[in-house]
Every structure is written in structure tokens, then in C-alpha cells.
């Protein structure tokens, strides 16, 4: 009788799992994927969109406030992002990938990269990588390892909202590290307007690091050590 009901039983199993299909996990998300990825935050919001292809040279700047240091003159840089040693810049120039060497402030070329438009950071747990925002063939991300220079593309849901927000988020200018929050803010007089880079330590009040009166600042990125602050500087704006 026992093995009657076992056969019945298996039987039984077997027609469920056939009429059942197996269930497919569900694909990891990007912010699953970019866990650990420094300045973005662990629920980032959705950003409004700013220009990625505005460019100029590249300023650092204390966290603290006070003196800035030029590091480019030939203008058309852009989205610095620290080495993870906080020795070099890596940022877009014109339709290039380039490293800044911060001793000498010496320029390489590394590879093109025209349909490029944010260096979102160094790819988390993996110092010889990049994490790029790619422009062509629909936004998306892509991992670039600097020393093959080849780019993979990292798979995401575009219709999936927490995906649409991290690509979204990390194709702006505003980062999140912690308790360090740069933005970018709007400014204006009667005649003039511009942007400036602000920074907000825990719950301290902000700071306004460029204070550009007439001349914007954008695409910050905070170093290793929370020590300085990389921005590139565009020029005058003169239209409110």
C-alpha cells in the first residue's frame, strides 16, 4: 500500500514540474552589480539631466574650502574621477580617455572614446577598472579595463526603474560618499548665471568650494582619501 502511494506520489511530482517550469532567479540589478562603487549612493535618486558633453579644464580643490590648484590649461576636459591611489586623474579629453599624472600634471592618452560621456568611477573592488556611461546604441554602462582597454558592456533592465535611475544618477553631476555630498548648484544675479560646486560634510552646513560669480564648475569627484576635491571649470556664463 506504502509503495503504491510513493508511485502515485512520484508520478504526481513529476506532472506538477512538468505543468510547473522552473523559475529563473531574477537578474542582478546594477546597483547590486556597482555595490561598493564610490559616490554612488545605496538608494540613488533620480537626477535632473545635465549637459555630459560640457568641458574645460580641471581644478582641485579642498573639502575643506580654501586654495585651488589648476591642473589642465588646454581646456575641453571632462568627468575627472581619482586613480585609486589618489596619485593620477582619469577624465575624458575631447574624444579621448586620458590619466593625469597629479605630480607633474602630465597628460597620456589611453584610448578614444567619442561616444563617451561620464567616467563614473573606478569599477568597485577592481583598481585597474573603470566604470564608463556610454552614449551609443541607448545609454548604458560599460567596465574598461585599463590594461587590455577593452569595455563590456554591463547588462540592464531600460525598462527596469531602479536600473533607469542608477544610469541616470551616475550620468549627472551630483555624488554621494558617505557622509561627503557634492552637488552642483545653480546661481544667478540679474544679468548672469552660473553653477557652483558645493560640498556638505555629515550634517554640517554647506559649502560653496568655487564660488564662480559668473564662471561654472561642474562633474566633481572626490578623492580616495576625502581630502580633495576634482572639478572641471567651464567658463562664463552669461545668460540667466
Avoid at 579621448?96 to 572614446?113: K, S, T, Y
Avoid at 527596469?160 to 561627503?180: H, K, P, Q
Avoid at 550634517?203 to 578623492?223: C, D, H, Y
Amino acid at each position: 500500500m506504502i509503495r503504491g502511494f510513493r508511485r502515485t506520489s512520484t508520478a504526481g511530482a513529476m506532472a506538477f514540474a512538468l505543468w510547473y517550469p522552473a523559475q529563473t532567479p531574477p537578474a542582478q540589478g546594477l546597483l547590486s552589480k556597482l555595490a561598493g562603487l564610490f559616490g554612488l549612493p545605496s538608494s540613488p535618486s533620480q537626477m535632473r539631466g545635465e549637459d555630459p558633453r560640457v568641458g574645460g579644464d580641471i581644478w582641485l580643490v579642498p573639502v575643506s574650502s580654501g586654495a585651488k590648484t589648476r591642473v589642465t590649461t588646454d581646456g575641453e576636459y571632462r568627468s575627472p574621477v581619482f586613480a585609486a591611489d589618489g596619485q593620477a586623474l582619469f577624465a575624458l579629453h575631447g574624444a579621448a580617455l586620458v590619466r593625469i599624472d597629479l605630480a607633474n600634471h602630465g597628460v597620456r592618452d589611453i584610448a578614444p572614446a567619442p561616444d563617451v560621456s561620464r567616467i563614473a568611477g573606478i569599477a568597485p573592488g577592481e583598481p585597474s577598472g573603470l566604470i564608463l556611461v556610454v552614449e551609443a546604441g541607448g545609454r548604458h554602462l560599460e567596465t574598461f579595463d585599463l590594461g587590455s582597454t577593452r569595455r563590456t558592456r554591463l547588462a540592464h533592465d531600460p525598462n527596469n526603474r531602479a536600473d533607469a535611475t542608477v544610469v541616470a544618477y551616475l550620468a549627472g553631476d551630483a555624488r554621494d560618499y558617505g557622509n561627503i555630498r557634492l552637488t552642483v548648484d545653480d546661481q544667478h544675479t540679474s544679468f548672469r548665471a552660473w553653477k557652483d560646486v558645493v560640498v556638505q560634510v555629515g550634517e554640517q552646513p554647506r559649502v560653496n568650494l568655487t564660488n564662480g560669480n559668473g564662471v561654472s564648475s561642474r562633474q566633481p569627484a572626490l578623492s580616495p582619501d576625502k581630502k580633495l576635491v576634482a572639478y572641471v571649470n567651464v567658463g562664463r556664463v552669461l545668460d540667466p
